[in-house]
């Protein structure tokens, strides 16, 4: 009893050293080595590793740590920590005797004294071990601690800030990395090993299995040795933390930043999950038709709050939410919706939809439906639920390619950064590249009836105000065409995946070349867009938005309506309800809505002898380059004319013949005026174009067509 006396009396005259914490500054002070990202409820996503010093999960309390660890601890590091005052002066005897005779030095630092190294780095041993005053220091610190905490709160610290093995620091990285597990499911055997890693955690497998046997022994535990070698050794193999398909990687990497940080997020975890499993499932479906990523975002429509951020349900690092991809029709709504705004358009409204070639500095734009047919004269209605090419060009013209570029950046489409002359005609058809999160915002637009509002991955503290960029009765008609889902059978048929069983609104567009896919939609309460493709570029292989992106839409709609369906919104002040037909019948006769003063019950179609005359064809700058490889004298050009009865074409002065019907011309080279004249030879309409010889430059006539998406 030499050793304790001793220590007794030189405890009043040790260095000082540190106050002792309380065991609520520990708890508080104390960080894991991962960021946490919260939903909205407060449930946890997923976790970001920024502290790369060492892995550390939350702090665990005893009472969710499995009784066998504690048990399995306290046998072999410290077996009568509840009965000393936190150094063990009968086990310091031993060791110092041992010590003394033996070859192997043994040690006789308890849990306490332990946990006191833990909580004051000049405690820590170096590589030469500790000197004589960093041992006198952390048994008056043990000492301290016991007089201040309980067992408990002892037992709990140290079991949270012990390394076990590698990296991996405290009860519950270790359980997580070794196991796989909750440090609640910890296994009796499980407990030993990890039990025996705390004499040395780099130890080799074989010494840490023998350790456990040893100790298996003395706990009586009904684990074999063989038993307890295979656990360890498969602990030991084991990846430190598993990893799978993160549901929020983008996310997190977008609001974690700091260790031990919990950031609540506006996502919704059960959603954000279903999401995911949603659009994999899709893109599984799709592998043998060469689509790889896809990308999926829901809206809260009152409060812009993102409710799900899907980046890449393929498993890409690349954020397909923000990404930019090239938009195919689903820009189509804001066109109309400006046209209906200025009035330049009806719902009603008839159509043309057939060959159009519009003259550009480039050269032709000839627009083209996406079966590569024409339906004739069509309804607004029709050529905007059935996305028709030909008549969104059409409607482009119209409404000005400035105003409706200026529209677009109006609903929060801020890659448009090129002048509208940069993207042409064919922006009605979706040329420019937008990225899924602004265009599902865009479409959050029309679902709140024309005002704008910017999106949010964390709640704010105050509502945010919208402000007005659209026509709030415009924007009703859209929704309601969008809804429609007789008027878009033209193109798709009654039953598809955009048909839900309550209201929704809804769009799909496919880019040049298939290389995207969307789908986006609304109900009165959330706004869903989705992205099928491939971000290496590649084609997919017959892939429409009815079967690439709108099956996951329809199942996210479904899962957010799976309560209470949606309901179609209230007609806003200024639209009105009218019975209309058509003379002739081209549609049936149907209740149409019309902003006020515009309405009209009967459309009439203008027959051809009604219309004023006009050259269709060649247009205005026309360039036309002959084949190299074929004879000048088989080339023919064909002069068209709109309302061409009883005139006549005049080329360069001369006298062609009636232009009546389509007029086949041998094409010589050089600049011509081509001019319908009545029978006084008035001329009543021309242009002027441009015909390139053998061995010219070709002409841009295929250059600016755009192959068209639904």
């Known amino acids: 009893m030499l050793l304790p006396l001793l220590l007794c009396a030189v405890l ?34 997923q976790s970001l590793r920024v502290d790369r010093q060492g892995r550390r999960a939350d702090w665990v309390a005893l009472g969710d740590i499995s009784p066998a660890l504690p048990a399995a601890v306290l046998q072999a590091e410290d077996q009568r920590f509840y009965q000393h005052e936190g150094v063990d002066w009968s086990a310091a005897g031993k060791a110092a005797w041992d010590n003394l005779f033996r070859s192997r030095p043994r040690g006789a630092s308890t849990i306490t004294m332990q946990l006191a190294a833990l909580l004051d780095p000049r405690l820590q041993a170096s590589r030469q071990g500790r000197s004589w005053a960093q041992k006198w220091d952390q048994v008056q610190a043990a000492r301290e601690l016991d007089a201040s905490w309980s067992k408990a709160q002892i ?13 991996l620091q405290g009860v519950g990285a270790a359980a997580r990395g070794l196991f796989g597990k909750v440090p609640s499911g910890l296994t009796l055997t499980e407990a030993m090993i990890m039990a025996s890693l705390l004499r040395g955690p780099n130890a ?43 549901p929020a990687s983008q996310v997190a990497q977008q609001l974690l930043n700091h260790a031990a940080q919990n950031v609540r997020s506006t996502l919704d975890a059960q959603l ?21 990523d896809g990308a999926l975002v829901v809206l809260d429509n009152a409060s812009g709050e993102i409710l799900a951020y899907v980046a890449n349900a393929g498993g890409s690092e690349i954020d397909g939410v923000t990404a930019l991809r090239q938009a195919g029709s689903t820009l189509k709504p804001f066109l109309y919706e400006l046209a209906l705004e200025r009035r330049l358009l009806t719902a009603a409204s008839v159509m043309d939809d057939s060959a159009i070639d519009i003259a550009t500095p480039t050269g032709l734009y000839v627009p083209q439906n996406y079966d590569k047919e024409f339906k004739g004269q069509v309804s607004v209605r029709t050529s905007l639920a059935s996305s028709l090419n030909v008549p969104a060009v059409r409607t482009l013209v119209l409404t000005g390619l400035e105003r409706f570029h200026r529209r677009l950046q109006q609903v929060g489409l801020s890659s448009l950064t090129e002048t509208a002359d940069y993207y042409g005609y064919s922006l009605a058809l979706g040329s420019a590249e937008v990225s899924l999160l602004e265009l599902s915002n865009a479409y959050r637009v029309l679902a709140n009836g024309g005002l704008y509002g910017s999106v949010t991955l964390t709640p704010r503290a105050q509502p945010q105000p919208l402000r007005r960029v659209l026509d709030a009765g415009a924007s009703f008609i859209i929704g309601d065409i969008l809804s429609d889902r007789a008027a878009r059978s033209v193109t798709f048929g009654l039953k598809n995946e955009l048909a839900t069983g309550f209201w929704s609104a809804v769009k799909t567009g496919t880019s040049k070349d298939m290389r995207d896919n969307w789908c986006v939609g609304y109900s009165d309460r959330y706004t869903v867009g989705v992205w099928v493709g491939n971000f290496d570029g590649q084609p997919m292989w017959d892939v429409s938005g009815v079967t690439g992106a709108a099956p ?10 799976r309560q209470q369906p949606g309901r179609a919104p209230a007609p806003p002040a200024g639209v009105l309800a009218r019975q209309i037909s058509y003379q002739p019948a081209l549609e049936s006769p149907r209740n149409e809505w019309f902003m006020a003063g515009t309405e009209s019950r009967v459309i009439t179609l203008v027959t051809e002898a009604q219309r004023a005359p006009k050259i269709i064809y060649p247009a205005e700058s026309t360039i036309i380059a002959l084949d190299p490889d074929m004879p000048e004298a088989v080339q023919r050009v064909l002069f068209q004319a709109q309302a061409g009865q009883g005139l006549s074409w005049q080329l360069d002065g001369a006298e062609l013949g009636q232009a009546g019907s389509a007029y086949p011309w041998c094409p010589t080279p050089g600049q011509h005026l081509l001019a319908l004249v009545d029978g006084e030879a008035r001329v009543i309409a021309s242009t002027r174009f441009q015909v390139r010889g053998n061995g010219a430059a070709e002409p841009h006539t295929g250059a600016a067509e755009l192959p068209a998406g639904e």
């Open 12 to 45: 009043p005259v040790l260095a000082a050293h540190a106050a002792v914490p309380t065991p609520e500054q520990v708890r508080r002070e104390y960080r894991g080595s991962e960021a946490q990202l919260l939903d909205r409820h407060g449930e946890l996503i």
């Open 155 to 167: 037992l709990e610290a140290y079991l949270n800030l012990v390394s076990f093995r590698g990296e």
């Open 204 to 246: 080799a497998p074989a010494l840490v299995w023998q350790r456990a046997c040893a100790l298996s022994r003395e706990l009586r535990a009904p684990a074999t040795c063989s038993e307890i070698e295979l656990h360890t050794l498969v602990a030991m193999g084991r990846p430190q933390i598993a990893q799978e398909l993160a």
């Open 272 to 292: 954000q999950r279903f999401a995911q499993t949603a659009l994999r499932q899709q893109l599984m479906a799709l592998r043998d038709r060469n689509v790889g």
């Open 552 to 561: 996951a839409w329809r199942d996210v709609m479904d899962y957010l309506h």
